[in-house]
């Protein structure tokens, strides 16, 4: 079982930046394929960006391409999505996901939440205007 903890969410104004981290409190995050989701107050929950095992394919939805960046450092356990030029409809929670298998590629379906077995907890993020 793995265990997932998100941090770095806040506050910030429309054009700001935020940092979030994803680390495992219990287990291993390291060598899985990783995804990082949001969640907008009645909305579905939505593909944010997605990592390989070992960090050589990234995976980004067309809403943030070019504005977020997914990075992982396996030795450090961690995972993070740098979010720049941060939007009002950025706003949502934000959660990192794992799959419970390891050294996959993206596969198929890097989008898809039913990729992923282990999740966090979430940490929101408001983008204030």
């Known amino acids: 079982q793995v265990q997932l903890v998100e941090s770095g969410g806040g506050v910030v104004q429309v054009g700001g930046s935020l940092r979030l981290s994803c680390a495992a409190s219990?287990?291993?995050?390291?060598?899985?394929?990783m995804g990082w989701f949001r969640q907008a107050p009645g909305k579905e929950r939505e593909v944010v960006a997605a990592i390989t095992w070992n960090g050589g394919s990234t995976y980004y939805a067309d809403s943030v391409k070019g504005r977020f960046t997914i990075s992982r450092d396996n030795a450090k356990n961690t995972v993070w999505v740098q979010m720049n030029s941060l939007k009002s409809q950025d706003t949502a929670v934000y959660y990192c996901?794992?799959?419970?298998?390891?050294?996959?590629?993206?596969?198929?379906?890097?989008?898809?939440?039913?990729?992923?077995?282990?999740w966090g907890q979430g940490t929101q993020v408001t983008v204030s205007s």
């Open positions: 996901a794992a799959d419970r298998r390891y050294g996959l590629g993206l596969g198929s379906d890097p989008e898809s939440s039913r990729a992923y077995d282990y």
């Open positions: 219990r287990g291993t995050l390291s060598n899985r394929r």
